[in-house]
């Protein structure tokens, strides 16, 4: 049996994880509007698993929520466009880590509330299991909180549809186990982990008929502030991870295989 | 006047986890650095006397309980509902939790009930001149920040790992139960049970000592012009069963079993470490077969020992990141690792 979901996911952007980070005082990165960014990518996951489930729930709607500055926003733009197809509600803001998450979520929320349309009993709210700049994990259950979403789910690998329309939900737990939960239905929070599918491919129709609705979204973003009200940052600094590596390039592999398992067992 | 708070869940078997004894231990730290700071425990779970009983050395105040069968597994409504429950009685200004699964998931909705805020993650904890202090990881554990907050309540989440377990001799201890309806709302969600990530071995050992890494070299051509898929599954598994390893992948190699590639086919996701996946803590790691730098430097951050076996000895893992780096043939060498595991097992 099909469903009709309307899936809002909220998604943003981070650095490029190939980027070198140095903290200035703000606390703000160095050059941060000029480093190259990337989709979060734990949402990106979260956005892909929603495009499969609309694809398969013909009338299902696909939004993506996202809070960041607007030109960067407009650059990413250009590439997500053409994984998969969505409508876009833009709030143009801050996307730093330094931000917290409960201001970041009561925005997001609002956003949420606004989009003409939705039907709350249909939503399913997607987003990342945790931010990697930030990295709390905690913004999608609060948005879920403020929308009164009493059935949350984090680090999602897996929902299935059942046919009686129920959720059937894989959450990461400890020690490499899932718990299995099945919820009646929507609405629903997933934070998701990494899912089961792949990057989709690039598709120039899918980013054409994006577009027409990106734009617009992104001219009419509203400007929303977001700080850390209360918070002290006291120091910031980068790990010290340099170490003096011996490289053993003469050693036949018993020897070597004799030095490891020695250190494993001092 | 702090009045702290200490909340967490029990295990199915009804003891404390030694994630919590270890927030435990922090919290009771942190009551002592704090002038006129008094601390409360809230237990949520099916039966939590044994316990608290558990706990009994740690001066608590009160113990307060959300207790019975809706309590026993994870569930968000009714997670954040027992938890709500305890920290309003307690009238805690800061809640110390230790970051499982459950309290990961619960707590931040709990931040939201009673407009406080939240951080997690949390791998230091210390008071000066009467403020408290927090440390905590950002950017995927690329920068290292130390923060204060003045609004209240403050809900920390304390990451495993990083404090020892509380302990000491169980006594008696007399439990304050808090009464708590479910309502329907509540109940839409059902817990079924657990699974193992991968069908054909558990991999993942959170308490061992040794973090055994796999990268994608295991599956490209050798030196022969082949693929070895098999034999690598055959060496790893037999690896990390004799030495008692937990297994960790990189994202290029479980990501190829959703590019229809040959696969070994015990890894998936969970196994993953690095930018979009894990960063365990284990007192030794040993790389095989990994290439990459920064997302790979994220998912070793807390190995203190590092070891790498590889062909390559201007990879990313040979520029300071690895202690000691093997320039071999992984297959070769593991394979003789084996073969002595066999003849002086692993302790």
């Known amino acids: 049996m099909e469903s009709l979901f309307h899936i809002v996911v909220c998604a943003s952007l981070v650095p490029d994880p190939l980027q070198t980070l140095e903290p200035v005082p703000g606390p703000a990165l160095k050059n941060e509007s000029m480093l190259p960014s990337v989709l979060d990518p734990w949402a990106a996951h979260a956005l892909y698993e929603a495009a499969h489930l609309a694809k398969h729930n013909r009338g299902s709607r696909v939004f993506l929520v996202s809070l960041a500055p607007k030109l960067k926003l407009q650059q990413l733009m250009m590439s997500i466009a053409q994984k998969v197809p969505f409508e876009l509600v833009a709030l143009d803001g801050p996307a730093g880590a330094f931000t917290d998450a409960y201001e970041v979520a009561c925005v997001l929320a609002d956003a949420i509330q606004k989009i003409p349309g939705l039907d709350q009993t249909r939503l399913l709210l997607f987003g990342g299991c945790a931010s990697a700049s930030r990295d709390a994990g905690v913004t999608m259950q609060i948005i879920g909180e403020k929308l009164g979403i009493k059935d949350q789910f984090l680090a999602v690998d897996e929902l299935t549809i059942q046919d009686n329309g129920a959720l059937r939900i894989l959450e990461r737990i400890e020690g490499g186990q899932y718990l299995v939960s099945v919820c009646q239905g929507p609405p629903a929070v997933l934070g998701w982990a990494t899912g089961n599918l792949p990057e989709p491919p690039n598709n120039p129709q899918v980013g054409m008929a994006n577009m027409r609705g990106i734009m617009p979204a992104l001219q009419k973003a509203p400007a929303v502030k977001v700080g850390a009200q209360g918070v002290d940052f006291l120091s910031l600094e980068l790990p010290k991870q340099q170490r003096q590596t011996k490289i053993v390039k003469d050693l036949q592999p018993f020897e070597i295989a004799r030095e490891i398992v020695d250190w494993i067992k001092s | 006047?702090?009045?702290?708070?200490?909340?967490?869940?029990?295990?199915?078997?009804?003891?404390?986890?030694?994630?919590?004894?270890?927030?435990?231990?922090?919290?009771?730290?942190?009551?002592?650095?704090?002038?006129?700071?008094?601390?409360?425990?809230?237990?949520?779970?099916?039966?939590?006397?044994?316990?608290?009983?558990?706990?009994?050395?740690?001066?608590?105040?009160?113990?307060?309980?959300?207790?019975?069968?809706?309590?026993?597994?994870?569930?968000?409504?009714?997670?954040?509902?027992?938890?709500?429950?305890?920290?309003?009685?307690?009238?805690?200004?800061?809640?110390?939790?230790?970051?499982?699964?459950?309290?990961?998931?619960?707590?931040?909705?709990?931040a939201c009930r009673l407009e406080g805020r939240i951080d997690t993650h949390i791998?230091?904890?210390?008071?000066?001149?009467?403020?408290?202090?927090?440390?905590?990881?950002?950017?995927?554990?690329?920068?290292?920040?130390?923060?204060?907050?003045?609004?209240?309540?403050?809900?920390?989440?304390?990451?495993?790992?990083?404090?020892?377990?509380?302990?000491?001799?169980?006594?008696?201890?007399?439990?304050?139960?808090?009464?708590?309806?479910?309502?329907?709302?509540?109940?839409?969600?059902?817990?079924?049970?657990?699974?193992?990530?991968?069908?054909?071995?558990?991999?993942?050992?959170?308490?061992?000592?040794?973090?055994?890494?796999?990268?994608?070299?295991?599956?490209?051509?050798?030196?022969?012009?082949?693929?070895?898929?098999?034999?690598?599954?055959?060496?790893?598994?037999?690896?990390?069963?004799?030495?008692?390893?937990?297994?960790?992948?990189?994202?290029?190699?479980?990501?190829?079993?959703?590019?229809?590639?040959?696969?070994?086919?015990?890894?998936?996701?969970?196994?993953?470490?690095?930018?979009?996946?894990?960063?365990?803590?284990?007192?030794?790691?040993?790389?095989?077969?990994?290439?990459?730098?920064?997302?790979?430097?994220?998912?070793?951050?807390?190995?203190?020992?590092?070891?790498?076996?590889?062909?390559?000895?201007?990879?990313?893992?040979?520029?300071?990141?690895?202690?000691v780096l093997y320039v071999a043939d992984a297959f070769k060498v593991m394979s003789r690792v084996n073969e002595l595991l066999k003849q002086r097992p692993a302790p």
């Open chain 2, 1 to 110: 006047m702090e009045k702290i708070l200490f909340i967490a869940h029990t295990a199915l078997d009804g003891t404390l986890p030694k994630a919590a004894r270890e927030a435990l231990n922090a919290a009771v730290s942190l009551v002592k650095s704090i002038k006129g700071a008094t601390l409360s425990v809230g237990l949520v779970g099916k039966d939590v006397q044994k316990a608290a009983d558990s706990m009994a050395a740690c001066d608590a105040a009160q113990f307060l309980s959300v207790a019975g069968a809706d309590f026993a597994l994870s569930r968000y409504a009714s997670d954040a509902a027992a938890f709500e429950a305890l920290a309003r009685k307690a009238g805690a200004s800061i809640i110390i939790a230790p970051a499982t699964s459950r309290t990961s998931r619960a707590l931040p909705g709990l």
């Open chain 2, 123 to 323: 791998c230091g904890l210390e008071t000066v001149d009467g403020t408290i202090r927090v440390q905590r990881w950002y950017y995927r554990q690329r920068m290292l920040a130390t923060l204060t907050r003045s609004i209240r309540p403050w809900i920390m989440l304390l990451d495993p790992g990083i404090w020892p377990p509380f302990e000491a001799e169980p006594a008696p201890v007399r439990l304050e139960p808090l009464s708590l309806q479910l309502s329907d709302n509540c109940k839409r969600t059902s817990v079924t049970g657990t699974q193992a990530a991968s069908g054909t071995a558990q991999t993942i050992r959170p308490d061992a000592k040794l973090l055994f890494v796999a990268g994608a070299g295991w599956t490209k051509k050798q030196a022969d012009g082949q693929t070895h898929v098999k034999e690598a599954e055959a060496l790893i598994l037999d690896f990390i069963n004799q030495a008692q390893a937990s297994l960790g992948s990189s994202k290029s190699l479980v990501d190829q079993s959703g590019e229809g590639q040959e696969v070994l086919p015990f890894l998936s996701h969970m196994n993953q470490v690095g930018q979009t996946g894990s960063t365990p803590r284990h007192p030794k790691g040993l790389a095989t077969c990994c290439h990459g730098e920064e997302p790979h430097v994220v998912g070793w951050r807390f190995i203190s020992e590092r070891r790498a076996i590889n062909l390559d000895p201007n990879c990313g893992w040979a520029q300071g990141k690895a202690d």
